[in-house]
């Protein structure tokens, strides 16, 4: 199994891909390869775990590490989607009466 900061890369098929997507995803996900799958001898496409994409072309930046960091400590991350909902609702209800 490759590490993280080494992944393999393999070059596939578009047929390959359609067929055995599942064991794509799932060598993708566990053993951190890369799949370039092409058409007719054309790269198309890059297929890479989230953790893998997340950590080398979309990297978190430090503030928004911060920011979830403290979230999770005052439990910010347990509101459900009324919640949110109706804290948003406040807070714009709030700004209105200020205008």
Same mark, same amino acid.
């Given at each position: 199994?490759?590490?993280?900061?080494?992944?393999?890369?393999?070059?596939?098929?578009?047929?390959?891909?359609?067929?055995?997507?599942?064991?794509?995803?799932?060598?993708?996900?566990?053993?951190?390869?890369?799949?370039?799958?092409? #058409?007719? =001898?054309?790269?198309?496409?890059?297929?890479?775990? &989230?953790?893998?994409?997340? *950590?080398?072309?979309?990297? +978190? @930046?430090?503030?928004?590490?911060?920011?979830?960091?403290?979230?999770? #400590?005052? =439990?910010?991350?347990?509101?459900?989607?009324?919640? &949110?909902?109706?804290?948003? *609702?406040?807070?714009?209800? +709030? @700004?209105?009466?200020?205008?």
């Amino acid at each position: 199994m490759a590490t993280s900061e080494t992944p393999i890369h393999k070059v596939i098929s578009a047929l390959a891909a359609r067929t055995q997507f599942g064991q794509i995803m799932r060598r993708a996900k566990l053993e951190h390869t890369r799949f370039v799958v092409d #058409r007719r =001898g054309e790269p198309q496409v890059v297929i890479m775990g &989230i953790k893998d994409f997340l *950590r080398t072309v979309a990297p +978190e @930046k430090k503030v928004l590490a911060a920011i979830r960091s403290q979230a999770r #400590r005052k =439990g910010a991350v347990k509101l459900s989607s009324r919640q &949110i909902d109706s804290e948003i *609702r406040a807070y714009r209800k +709030e @700004k209105s009466i200020e205008r």
